[in-house]
């Protein structure tokens, strides 16, 4: 069977991190011991019950004996009683032993989730846009379920299973040791084809789980542009991307499926076999006189009896391979190094410096090339520049978003990238377009920059932004549950909470992207008036997609090809005549005097 290529490829190129089989053994270990106690508890009642069930075969084996001899009638009658003695038993022990087992799967199960929502959030943002959420969203998903499902369900079952069957081989040996030779035939029979399996499996599994994320992807960004690609007449294209993924998780599937078709058979072939064999053996030896007759029943009946939890173990290894790919690419998700060590340092001013800075996305390719700039507290800056001038880049540079390949950018005299993030955001922040309402409460989204605000604070920022009016309006005011599944906010809404935790936040400096609204011109104008407030007194990057943001400000970069062209007023950048002079022409025609107009038509992108 020869393993397609795809199996071979790095599936992690653009994906997050895969824990290696070391880790995940090493992390599987630290949870046991870690709940040594429950667990021992859990295997105590698995024990007991196990023992219990083992006493069935022994009485029916003993009633044998009395029958085939005849020799004391009423011992055939207590035989009976104690039979149903050991089931009740046996039902009330298992039942304990289950509860303690799902008990401890839901402990166990829940310190695994907190700890990969912890390596979660911290990932550093720029690799997540790198990776695309479809890998996080499938691991956060069917990752976590494959695992929850071993967890809750397959394990309680594997410790049954475990030690009923320690428990049966033992009383097995202990009714006759010759009679259960015999069951060696089952492990003979299945030592290669379960090496062969392992083998392949964990790989299989590996992969299958990366053509699925691969697939939740697709779908997840297919969903989110819906509206766009239909306009542009995007789906067919979309429809092929969809159909491919789906292709990929189908030969995946159909890989981990041929394994398991070629190990299962063997599986009910050594059943079969045990069960013969010992049958056969100890039936032999029962008429050769080595054992009883009634040891020979109870050692085949034992035989028989192994069968469904040696059946359990087996189909389980198959939900543990799967489980166990899952844990490792949760675990993947922790590996992922920090993108920033914050070294204490703290800023000792409110000045953002760029010193000669260079930026490449992927080695070897500068999309900055030393660029140097320094702000001025409390200055409005517009970046303007063609589209593909490294704009963008710079300001999330700037916002301390990415760390730049060679130079500096600094703040206060400390590298940005040296603050920690709740540092670093009380001193720049990015403001874009795109806000995203948490699910919780009004009061829980406007925390996220400050968890110690009071209500009053709360409601300052709001107001700052001209949202107090309708939250207070709302059934439950700052206690009303928003977000997706509650009560639904607009997307100005949405975008004044936004602005809202910026004043909470405080930062002495913003970075605005004004990429294209997305607002209807009314809703727009409202917002202008409410960022108008947020900027008020604070330092003002602009990436200026419009000409007037420029004229407006205070100092205009004209960026082009990733290097400053130009840096100065409107007034000297006009008088330089250079490319924003061009630029400004051919933008405002021929009357430069009506500058401070804001032009409703006309060319009013700069890129
Ligand atoms: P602007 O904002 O001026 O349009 P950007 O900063 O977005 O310019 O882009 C500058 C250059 O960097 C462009 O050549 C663009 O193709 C490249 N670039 C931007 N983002 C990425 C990315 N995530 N990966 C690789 N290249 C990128």
């Known amino acids: 069977m020869k393993a397609p290529a795809a199996l071979t490829e790095d599936h992690t190129r653009r994906q997050l991190p895969v824990a290696s089989l070391a880790t995940v053994r090493g992390h599987t270990a630290a949870l046991i011991r870690h709940h040594r106690r429950p667990l021992a508890g859990v295997l105590g009642w698995h024990a007991l019950a196990a023992l219990t069930a083992l006493a069935a075969p022994w009485v029916i084996g003993q009633l044998v004996e009395e029958v085939t001899h005849a020799r004391r009638p009423d011992r055939v009658t207590h035989l009976l009683v104690l039979l149903g003695v050991a089931l009740l038993v046996q039902t009330v022990l298992t039942w304990l032993a289950r509860r303690a087992a799902f008990v401890l799967a839901e402990t166990v199960f829940a310190r695994v989730r907190e700890e990969f929502v912890a390596s979660a959030v911290r990932l550093p943002l720029s690799l997540l846009e790198r990776a695309g959420t479809g890998d996080l969203v499938a691991r956060t998903t069917g990752d976590v379920e494959a695992l929850a499902f071993v967890v809750r369900t397959g394990l309680p079952q594997l410790l049954v299973a475990g030690t009923t069957i320690v428990a049966i081989l033992v009383t097995a040996l202990w009714t006759a040791p010759a009679a259960v030779l015999a069951f060696v035939v089952a492990p003979v029979i299945l030592a290669v084809p379960l090496r062969v399996y392992l083998r392949r499996a964990l790989p299989g599994y590996r992969w299958e789980r990366a053509t699925y994320a691969a697939l939740a992807g697709v779908a997840a960004e297919t969903g989110h542009g819906l509206g766009t690609l239909d306009a542009l007449g995007r789906m067919p294209a979309r429809g092929a991307a969809y159909r491919e993924a789906l292709a990929r998780a189908e030969a995946a599937e159909h890989w981990t499926l041929r394994i398991r078709m070629r190990f299962f058979p063997w599986c009910d072939v050594a059943f079969g076999a045990l069960v013969a064999a010992t049958a056969l053996w100890a039936g032999w030896l029962s008429f050769e006189g080595v054992i ?44 992922v190094p920090p993108d920033r060590e914050p070294s204490g340092l703290l800023p000792a001013g409110d000045d953002l410096e760029v010193a000669d800075v260079s930026y490449a996305y992927r080695a070897g390719h500068d999309v900055l090339h030393s660029v140097s700039l320094a702000l001025r507290p409390g200055e409005r800056l517009a970046i303007v520049g063609p589209s593909g001038a490294g704009k963008t880049t710079l300001g999330r540079l700037l916002a301390g978003i990415d760390a730049p390949s060679r130079g500096r950018v600094t703040c206060g005299g400390v590298p940005l990238v040296d603050l920690d993030l709740p540092t670093l955001r009380g001193e720049v922040a990015l403001v874009t377009q795109e806000h995203h309402v948490f699910v919780g409460t009004v009061a829980d989204n406007l925390r996220l920059p400050r968890p110690s605000a009071g209500d009053a604070e709360l409601y300052a920022a709001l107001s700052a932004v001209d949202a107090d009016g309708w939250v207070r309006a709302l059934s439950e005011g700052l206690a009303t549950r928003v977000g997706s599944g509650a009560h639904p906010l607009s997307e100005a809404q949405a975008q004044q909470l936004a602005l809202a935790r910026l004043v909470l936040a405080d930062p002495h400096t913003l970075v605005l992207d004004e990429a294209t609204s997305l607002l209807d011109p009314r809703a727009a104008r409202h917002l202008e008036r409410s960022l108008a407030a947020v900027v008020a007194g604070r330092t003002v990057v602009a990436i200026a997609h419009r000409l007037h943001t420029a004229h407006d400000a205070d100092r205009v970069c004209v960026m082009a090809d990733g290097r400053i062209e130009e840096l100065g007023t409107h007034a000297e950048l006009i008088a330089a005549g250079g490319s924003y002079a061009a630029l400004w022409r051919s933008w405002h025609g021929a009357s430069p005097a009506a500058g401070s107009r804001r032009l409703p038509s006309g060319p009013r992108h700069t890129e």
């Open 292 to 335: 009883g007759v009634g040891a020979a029943v109870a050692v085949t009946l034992y035989a028989q009896q192994l069968i469904d939890p040696i059946g359990e173990v087996v189909g389980w290894l198959d939900e543990i391979q799967v489980a166990a790919t899952g844990y490792a690419r949760l675990l993947g998700v922790g590996e």
